[in-house]
C-alpha cells in the first residue's frame, strides 16, 4: 500500500460524463499520460491518481476526490501545488477545493515554527486580539515610511508592517527603509513590533532577512505565491527564530479555494500569520469564505501549531467590534489605509483601535 | 514625467460603475490606500495608477488600461507581477488581459538568450519546425527513463524532455537520472538534447542545474509559476550558456490570459521556448488563444530575441500537419504520452514524428 493524500476538486459538467472527467484529472495529476501505455503494475497500482469519490454538488458542479500519492511530493512545497493542481489549473472547469494532509506530510512540511501562542508571547498580549498596521504608500522615503512607523508605535499597536507594495525599489530601498523602521518603532519604548516585506528571489530574501535581523527585527512577511512556495519553505526553515506573515498577493490567480490555500496551505509550509482580504471591505470574498479560512487557520493540523488569520483589506474603526465578534479572540486585525486616513491624529486613531481590541467584550 | 507602464484588465461589470471599479483597480495595484489620506504631490502624481482607458467589450465586460509607474517594479518579476495584478488577483471581477512592456523594462529582463535562432542552431535544424518529446510516467526508475530518453533518441526527436511531474522524488532522484538520461540521448550519436525538469528551491536548482552541466545538459525546463518567477530570472540571469523551457503548471486557467503570461511574460523573463496546451487536444484554450500565445512569443518584444511556441498536450501524429499549418515553422511540437504508447515501436513512431515535421510542406 503506497500512502496517498487527497485533492478535492470543485467541476463544472453534467452527470453523464463527469465520472470520465474525474478519471482524466486523476490521470493528469499523476502520470500524464494514457494508462494503456503503461506496463509497469507499480505505477499503475501506486502512482496513478485514483478516483475516490464524485458527488453531485448541484447546479453543474461536481466535488470530485482523487488520491494522490505521496512519493511525487517528497517535502517539496511546489512539488505538493504541482502535483494537485499543476496542469489542472489550466482548466478552466475545475478549482482545487480542499486537499487532505496526511500527518507524515503535514510532520515534513512542519507548518508554524510560531504560531498563536508565539506571536502572543512576542506581543505580550493575552485574552485580547492582536492588532497589525501597514506602512504606505510606495513611493514616499524610508524617512517618511520611519515617522509613520514610530507614530503607529505610539499608538501601540502590536505589528507594523511593510505594505505588500514595497519592494526594493529606488524609493525606499529595502537596506535603508528597514533599519529605519525598527529604529523608529523600538523608541516608542512599548512592545511593538516591525514587519518589514521580502521580495525578490530566494538569494535576495535571504541577505533581507540577514539584515533585518541585524537591526533586531524577528518578523518578516513574504507573499508565498509571489516568492515560489518552496522558496518560502526554504525561508521558514532556514530561519526558525523568525515569525512569519504570508500575503495573499497573486494567490487569486490560480483558481485555490481561499480557505485551502491561505487558511490551510500557507500554514503548513510555515506561516504563523496569515493576512487575507475580510467580508464586507473592497473584497468580494464571503463571510463563509472568511470564515472557513480563519477556521482551517486556526486548527491544529495533527502536530502542529495553530497560525493567527490576519483579516484586512478596507477595515474601518466602525467595523471593529463586529469583525472582532464575527472572528473571535484568536484573530489579528490588520487596519492600514483607514488609520492612515487620519494623517496628523494617527498615533490618537491607532490607540483607539488597540484600546477599542483590547477592551472588546465578545459577544 | 515619471516612466509608465501599462495593464489591460477586463473586468465584469455595467456601464454605471465602471469608471469607479477602474479607479480602485489604479489605486489598488499602486498605492492601496485611500487617496484623501496622501499628501505627498510627488506619490498623487507619479505613483498613483492611472486610468487611461475604459472600453465597453459588450456582455457586461470592459477593458480597462492603467498605466503603473516602472519605479515600483525596479528589475524584479515578482514585482512586475505583484504591480500588476497582485492584490487584483484576488478579485473574481478580473482577469489580467494584457500588459504593455517599454523598451526600458524588456531590456532590463533581457527575454530570451537564446531564441528561436539559437535553439535552431543547437538542434542543427534549418527550415523546418522542432521536435520534442517527454519522459513519463514518473513511478518508474531512472534506468528505465533513461532507456526511453535513448529510444526517443534513436527516433531522431530534437528535445527530449523530462515530465514536469519528474522532480527529486526517490523513485528516480535527479542526480541519478540526469546523468543517465544524458547518457541514453549522447549514446544515439544524433542532435537529440536532453532537457531536465528543475524543482525545488533556488538553491536546490542551482544545484540541479550545476550537475546537468556537468554531464553536458545545455537546456533545462522551469516551471515560473511553480519557482516563483524571480528565482525563474535568477537563473537566466545566472546560467547565460543555458536554454530555458518554461512550463505552464500552476499558471492558471482563467485569470491571467495566456496569450500574456505564457506568450509575452515568461519570454520576457528569459524563455527561449514555452510548453502550453493547444486547441483540440485535452486542454481548453481556444484556436485563438493559442494562435495570440505563439505570435506573442514569436514576435520581438523590442530589442529582445524571439522566442518558440511548443504546442503540447494531447497532440497525435495524425494531427501533425493540420498542426503545422495552423503554427508554421517556427515552432516546436511536443508530443508525449502518444508517442509513448506505441511501446515497443517508440523509436519508429518518433522517427515517423521527425519525418513528417521535416516533410511537411506547409499551406
Known sequence: MTARFTAVYHVHGDAASIDARAQAIAVEQSVEMPLSAIDDPHVLSDIVGRVDDV????????????????????????????????????????????????????????????GIAGLRHRAGAIGRALTCSALKPQGISAKRLGELAGRFAAGGVDFVKDDHGL?????????????????????????????????????????????????????????????????????????????????????????????????????????????????????????????????????????????????????????VPEILDFYGVDTMLLIGGNLLAARDRLSEETAIFARTVAQHFYR
Chains 1, 2 share one sequence.
Open 55 to 114: 458527488s453531485d454538488l448541484g447546479g453543474g458542479s461536481f466535488a470530485v476526490r482523487i488520491a494522490l500519492a505521496t512519493a511525487t511530493v517528497g517535502v517539496d512545497a511546489a512539488q505538493l501545488f504541482n502535483m494537485a493542481f499543476g496542469n489542472t489549473s489550466l482548466h478552466d472547469d475545475v478549482t482545487l477545493h480542499d486537499i487532505g494532509i496526511p500527518f507524515d506530510l503535514a510532520a515534513a512540511f512542519g507548518g508554524p515554527r510560531h
Open 167 to 319: 519592494a526594493d525599489q529606488a524609493f525606499s530601498p529595502f537596506a535603508e527603509r528597514v533599519p529605519i523602521c525598527a529604529a523608529a518603532v523600538r523608541a516608542g519604548g512599548g512592545e511593538t513590533r516591525y514587519v518589514p516585506s521580502l521580495s525578490g528571489d530566494l538569494g535576495q530574501m535571504r541577505t533581507q532577512i540577514a539584515l533585518a535581523r541585524e537591526v533586531g527585527v524577528d518578523t518578516v512577511m513574504v507573499a508565498p505565491m509571489l516568492a515560489g512556495v518552496s522558496n518560502f519553505q526554504a525561508l521558514v526553515t532556514e530561519f526558525p527564530g523568525f515569525s512569519f506573515f504570508a500575503h495573499p498577493a497573486m494567490a487569486g490567480a490560480a483558481r485555490i479555494a481561499p480557505a485551502l490555500l491561505i487558511g490551510k496551505l500557507f500554514p503548513l509550509l510555515g506561516a504563523d500569520a496569515v493576512v487575507f482580504p475580510t467580508h464586507g471591505g473592497r473584497f468580494g470574498y464571503t463571510a463563509e469564505t472568511c470564515r472557513q479560512l480563519a477556521a482551517n487557520a486556526r486548527a491544529p493540523l495533527h502536530d502542529l501549531k495553530p497560525c493567527f488569520p490576519v483579516p484586512a483589506g478596507g477595515i474601518t474603526l466602525q467595523r
